[in-house]
Nanobody, 119 residues
Framework: QVQLVESGGGLVQPGGSLRLSCAASGFTFTSYVLSWYRQVPGKERELVAH????????SYDPSVKGRFTISRDNAKSMVYLQMNSLKPEDTAVYYC????????????WGQGTQVTVSS
């Protein structure tokens, strides 16, 4: 079964940290670029970070650069998002995404995990 399953969300105080995990199954993990997106009600889903096949190439939205770190473990088919110095505006549902130009399926989405930053 092709799927991405996120975990690690929750409630955290401003300035705190969370680590999101995403477990992949059912497709050739190493052929996919992995990304984290987030969405708040009434707004479009936005790209937070992505990481290339080998893990060497990463990119971040300016709002999270220096605070969030994306990483992947190809041996375990896992992708992570370490989130530090969290702010209330980071509150959102976070989604894991896998995308490939050469393999099928072309794109896979997880179900999302809620992150709430509040005192």
């Amino acid at each position: 079964q092709v799927q991405l399953v996120e975990s690690g969300g929750g409630l955290v105080q401003p300035g705190g940290s969370l680590r999101l995990s995403c477990a992949a199954s059912g497709f050739t993990f190493t052929s996919y670029v992995l990304s984290w997106y987030r969405q708040v009600p009434g707004k479009e889903r936005e790209l937070v970070a992505h990481i290339g096949w080998s893990g060497d190439a990463t990119s971040y939205d300016p709002s999270v650069k220096g605070r969030f770190t994306i990483s992947r473990d190809n041996a375990k088919s896992m992708v992570y998002l370490q989130m530090n110095s969290l702010k209330p505006e980071d509150t959102a549902v976070y989604y894991c995404n896998a995308r490939s130009d050469s393999s099928l399926p072309r794109e896979v989405w997880g179900q999302g995990t809620q992150v709430t930053v509040s005192s």
